[in-house]
């Protein structure tokens, strides 16, 4: 029996309001790398900056591909689209989502930030929930994003929680080019 017929594909959550979420989602990526698996990460939040993960990524290529369907953060730092906007673009990039879960073309998929745009109410849950669900059996999920819904982190096989201990900002250090973005 191949390792793809063997695997049993697993949803991971890593969630909370610590740093470190699309970085352990990323070090996953890694890992998978190692075994030769095609990868996606899609964005739903991420979008309106360059982010050193967007010119990593390339360099993985073909083995990782990035799909930016964000508009950036919604209704703080520098936002000036409208709700409607950024609603329109979660809904882009849920559907995506799902076709991209449904074409069974990928090892491992991240969805990075849903968990954001589910909390704002961007994206529907029910929908998420059915994604999750229906998934084929061999594919790996990745959930990033502070505020995981309680049914998500029920569904999920694995849920890692990162919790601020500490952080350069409260000395007054900004965020760092390689470290933070």
């Not at 890694?30 to 390339?58: C, D, H, P």
């Not at 673009?89 to 449904?102: P, Q, R």
């Not at 990162?162 to 250090?173: A, L, R």
């Amino acid at each position: 029996m191949s390792e793809k017929a063997e695997r049993v594909g697993l949803i991971l959550v890593y969630t909370g309001d610590g740093k470190g979420k699309t970085t352990a989602a990323l070090g996953t990526t890694i890992r998978a790398i190692g075994y030769n698996w095609k990868i996606l990460v899609i964005q739903f939040i991420k979008g309106s900056w360059t982010y050193g993960e967007m010119k990593g990524i390339k360099k993985l290529e073909p083995n990782v591909e990035l799909a930016v369907l964000g508009k950036g953060f919604v209704g703080i730092i520098d936002d000036k689209l409208p709700r409607s906007e950024h609603e329109k673009a979660g809904v882009e990039a849920l559907n995506y989502a799902k076709e991209k879960i449904s074409s069974d073309r990928y090892d491992m998929i991240i969805l990075d930030e849903i968990n954001v745009a589910l909390s704002l109410g961007l994206i529907d849950l029910a929908e998420v929930k059915e994604m999750l669900k229906t998934k084929p059996k061999r594919l790996h999920l990745i959930l990033t994003g502070r505020n995981a819904h309680p049914d998500i982190i029920e569904m999920a096989d694995l849920v890692t929680e990162m919790k601020e201990i500490k952080h350069p900002y409260q000395k007054g250090i900004l965020a760092q080019k390689g470290v933070d973005f």
